[in-house]
């Protein structure tokens, strides 16, 4: 035996399906929804009172009631198609997911690429029989698809006679060259060791900086290593036996991202640009076999840049200076809102960028730097 | 105005001046929008003419005094352009139901004589308890809030189902499921209430209840009568 009560709820439950199409037959108070007062009322844009006024119209009004279920019907799938085109966006929570995952590809990717033979660098005779390998850059710091790396600063005569991808052996054998006078080396050490201390200072700023942007692709991480590995093994030879700690190894690798020297790798890896010093960029459109210099009217040593376009960069440095390029030879400087120095520049088109202060803050642009938000 | 949607007045305002540029830009951002929104009210694609008699009207086809009179002109802000594109949409789905359901025919005397015998109880009685329960329950009804009856009307007018009535009423669907159980309970003790208060002790409020449950014919009338509309209605409950 059922509960009475149920019973009676059933009752009242057949009894409502008739009593309440009777009854909303019957013309409701009030003119019905007009479309904007019912959109208004889907996007939550009515005061509490005139939503009140809204549901009380449609309590007793069919037609109303059919039309918000009409909306709520269509609503419904828009939001259904929004979730499918842009999963990130329902879910917000869970975007950090995204550099996450991202990273741990490229962790992946590291692991499952097999490693290049290692490098053995000999600093003068007496450690010529140290070999100590240099780990190649590991995947965190690049801020967008196009990635920075260091490579040796090398003469203009030596970079147009031979590839990019000779430079880390050229490098190698002029560094075992200078091994045979010791004063040079000495002085190149010390150098290197002031560039590294400035470096690490600027790394921090740099993760802080690309951690804000968090777009991270496995791709670009994978071409950061081999890059990496290819472009800056020579340069740090000073830097060896400190490298060979992790600590050390993430100073180097945040180190490449801002140094003078810097190659700013486009979504087509033969299309790069190089920073050096003076304002000034190189440019290649080959891979590396040529490099062309272009002014780009800063008199400022460039800190970074990234180009999200084969013939798109953005560049940043000192004194707030960015700069942009959107023909790969010719370069405008952007206004920024505040003075102070840029260490790193994440951009993902000629109009969307996002520039990163020493100090950890960043600007972004989704206008070509006619307006920057915090 | 509200500032939220000032880019969408903006558009329209420049597309109901005729400004090519802006059309342009609108029907490459609101065309599929409109079509999914219509696929989504009627998925056999009978909504979409009226998607497409939309864009007419929203572009001016009509003069009036010379000047071409754009729907968008009746857009103030209050909602995304997308939301009152919807809207718009909805509204007229309707009534273009309400309108054809105005002229669906009866169905034939013979079956409708056929249906009443076999339906409606002949115990004169129980008519009478049938219609107290009828009052009680509208009385019952007019007495809750707005929204109880807003529910109510989704639910049993409509025939949503429960996850549809929750997103009208913008709460979850076991929300509205309790909140239905919770309002039914209340109808029922308010009928239950009122029967005694007419004068009925609980032996009949319990035939009254007896007989309103047994009332199939009535029941079975009250169907056919809103058969049509169930057919027509805007919204299928099983999906």
Redesign the interface.
Known sequence: MNNPNEDRDTTIDHLLGSTLKRGARADPAGACLDAETLAAWADDGLDRQERAAVEAHAAGCERCQAMMATLSRAEHAHAAATVVNRPARRFPALAWLIPVTAIAAAMLVWIAVPQRAPTVLHEDPAQAATAVTIPPAAPAAPSSAAEAVTPPAEPEAVQKNSPQREAGRSQLESSNARADQPEALEKQRDDLRAKDAQLADRSAALTSGAAATGSVTADALASNKATTANETVAQKSAAAPAAASPAAARSLRNATASAPGTTIVSSNPGSRWRIVPGGAVQHTADGGSTWETQQTGSTVTLAAGSSPSPSVCWLVGPVATVLLSTDARTWRRIALPEQADLVGVSATDDRTATVSFADGRTLTTTDAGVSWQR | M?GKYAADVDLARRCAAGDEAAWERFVLEYRP?LY??A???EPGGGARELADALYADLYGLTQRAGERRSLFR???G???L???L??????R???R??ERRRFEPLPDDEERRADHRSGTTADPDSTRLVAL??QA??AS?AELD??D??R???Y???E?TLA?TG??L?EHEATASRQL?RT??A??ES??RRLRQSGLNDSQV?DC?AA??SDSG??DL??MV?GT?RKE???DRSK
């Open positions: 509200s929008l999914r929104a696929d989504a009210i009746y857009f103030q209050r909602s995304s997308a939301t009152w919807r809207a718009v949409l909805a509204q789905y309707v009534d139901v309400r329960m009828e329950v509208e009804v707005s929204r009856r807003l109510l009307g989704c049993y007018v409509q949503l549809e997103r009208v913008k159980a039914r309970t109808i029922r009928v239950e319990a209840f309103a449950a009535r029941l009250t169907r809103s509309e209605s805007a919204v």
